[in-house]
């Protein structure tokens, strides 16, 4: 999977937009948080847990990977490289 083309974080909205070929694409600052593919969130979330996360959590850095990219939230949490892949697949899901 391709990069996007740009990426625009609009923290007050809480929403991250992707720009790939075929158009712009947004996944809300929530919707990430809650689908966060760290080996910690993921475990979780397979032996039932239900993560809450709070409406106004917001992506407060993003830091190329390369074949991703990692998301600092205000809540902290820092561990997810959400690949490209990844969230393209969150928006094909519904942001």
């Known amino acids: 999977m ?3 083309q740009a990426i625009r974080n609009l923290r007050g ?3 991250l937009l992707l720009q790939w070929e075929d158009g712009e694409h947004s996944l809300s600052h929530t919707r990430l948080r809650g689908a966060c593919p760290c080996s910690q969130c ?4 397979l032996a039932g847990g239900i993560s809450l996360v709070r409406d106004d959590v917001r992506v407060e850095r ?6 991703g990219v990692q998301l600092v939230f205000s809540d902290g ?3 997810g490289i959400y690949p490209w ?3 393209r697949d969150l928006v094909s899901k519904g942001g």
């Open 13 to 15: 909205p809480g929403q």
């Open 42 to 45: 993921r475990a979780a979330r």
């Open 85 to 87: 892949a990844y969230l």
């Open 77 to 79: 949490h820092e561990r």
């Open 62 to 67: 993003i830091t190329s990977q390369g074949y």
């Open 2 to 4: 391709n990069a996007p």
